[in-house]
């Protein structure tokens, strides 16, 4: 087949919605011809990993928007990216590239990343068919633990609620609806925003890639917690914090290593100061994907307590390293853990301080089981190349 890839986050080595963008093209690249559609940016680890890996079958066709709006909206190449670039960037490709795309005469036209459903591809509207997604996004935090955010926070959760009742209303989310072929969801949960008229063109798929379905991983009893991912409250940092406090009250040795970075990082600081932490817990900060792969075998466990999530890449780093998972069963992590032998942790229905008592009471479990060394976890069969392939372009 020969497939245009709209892959605007697309890095190597790169982890999150970066490495979903490159895990498609390695799949699709072995037996396809592949376009791909990316920012400009992603350029220079794109060039170094398909020299190294010798990757064939693939022609990236870099964009960025003109630099009078680089510097409207982003303030500068060098800031954060919005997702009113993302958005703009979504409307100039389809015409920098219509003419390219109808000279081409691809099979597939395939939207990958961002995996959002709230904002609509342009290209749907070429005359190629037209898959979107996996895409995600309607997951939201459960109304119980809401009230334990901050100000700030609660705002953009209800931002993001409020946005999500209008997708059924959205002329473009629901163009691209219609002129897709097949749309491809993360998880169920994302199926009750989509207007009901296009259920019938859904599939339920992971975003992630991974080829090994079945672990069995050794219990180590280092007692070294970790948790990997951005310090914003829906991840669940603000429970990681009140679960540590009963770790270590039940096994003083426990000490908790924290990689990521954001908003809540200050907070988190004090945290550690406040309660005479400091030899406890360390704040790590971002690190490359290749390094923090070399360290997550010094760890017993990771915590990963995301209170929504379309993905959650990081469980599937964590399992492929031989590091045993406590997460929750938010859409993200129960689209890939199908079966666990420490099992996830209910944040339906529950509140703040019961979520913090399941983690507490698997965290004790784990160290306190003498009897089992190993324990068993089973993924989502989806998430290996050939069955995610087939179940996609399977029309």
């Known amino acids: 087949m020969k497939i245009l890839l709209s892959a605007y986050?697309?890095?190597?080595?790169t982890g999150s919605e970066h490495e979903i963008g490159w895990s498609w093209i390695k799949s699709l690249s072995k037996k396809n011809k592949i376009y791909v559609l990316t920012k400009t940016n992603n350029k220079k680890k794109i060039l170094k990993e398909t020299k190294n890996n010798k990757i064939k079958n693939v022609i990236f066709l870099y964009y960025d928007l003109p630099c009078f709006l680089i510097k409207i909206i982003k303030r500068g190449k060098d800031k954060p990216n919005s997702y009113l670039y993302f958005f703009l960037w979504q409307i100039f490709i389809y015409f920098r590239?219509?003419?390219?795309?109808?000279?081409?005469k691809f099979d597939f036209i395939h939207h990958v990343t961002f995996g959002s459903f709230r904002i609509p591809s342009l290209l749907s509207l070429c005359k190629v068919p037209f898959i979107y997604g996996p895409i995600g996004g309607g997951e939201s935090v459960p109304i119980q633990i809401l009230k334990k955010f901050s100000i700030?926070?609660?705002?953009?959760?209800?931002?993001?609620?409020?946005?999500?009742?209008y997708i059924k209303f959205s002329l473009l989310a629901?163009?691209?609806f219609f002129k897709s072929k097949k749309i491809i969801l993360t998880s169920y949960t994302n199926k009750k925003i989509i207007p009901s008229f296009y259920h019938k063109k859904i599939s339920i798929v992971p975003g992630v890639f991974n080829e090994k379905i079945f672990y069995k991983i050794k219990k180590n009893k280092n007692f070294r917690l970790c948790f990997i991912g951005r310090l914003v409250e829906w991840k669940g940092v603000e429970l990681l914090k009140q679960i540590f406090l009963k770790a270590k009250a039940f096994n003083n040795k426990i000490t908790l290593d924290i990689y990521g970075d954001g908003p809540r990082r200050k907070?988190?600081?004090?945290?550690?100061?406040?309660?005479?932490?400091k030899n406890k817990i360390k704040?790590?900060?971002?690190m490359d994907q290749n390094k923090m792969i070399k360290v997550l075998?010094?760890?017993?466990?990771?915590?990963f307590p995301t209170l929504r999530d379309s993905g959650g890449y990081v469980i599937i780093e964590?399992?492929?390293?031989?590091?045993?998972v406590i997460t929750t069963n938010a859409a993200g992590p129960e689209a890939l853990i199908k079966n666990c032998d420490i099992g996830l942790v209910n944040i339906y229905n529950n509140t703040f301080d019961q979520i913090v008592g399941q983690f507490y009471k698997k965290i004790k479990f784990y160290y306190n089981d003498q009897n089992k060394k190993i324990y068993s976890y089973e993924l989502n069969k989806l998430l290996t190349s050939k069955n995610k392939i087939n179940s996609i372009y399977n029309l």
Do not use: H, M, T
């Open 174 to 176: 629901n163009v691209s």
């Open 297 to 303: 075998k010094k760890y017993d466990l990771l915590i």
């Open 152 to 165: 700030k926070s609660l705002f953009i959760e209800l931002i993001r609620v409020l946005s999500n009742s």
């Open 97 to 104: 590239y219509k003419d390219f795309i109808i000279s081409n």
């Open 9 to 13: 986050a697309c890095e190597p080595n």
């Open 267 to 277: 907070s988190f600081q004090n945290f550690i100061i406040n309660n005479d932490l």
């Open 283 to 286: 704040l790590c900060g971002q």
């Open 318 to 324: 964590a399992l492929n390293n031989g590091l045993n």
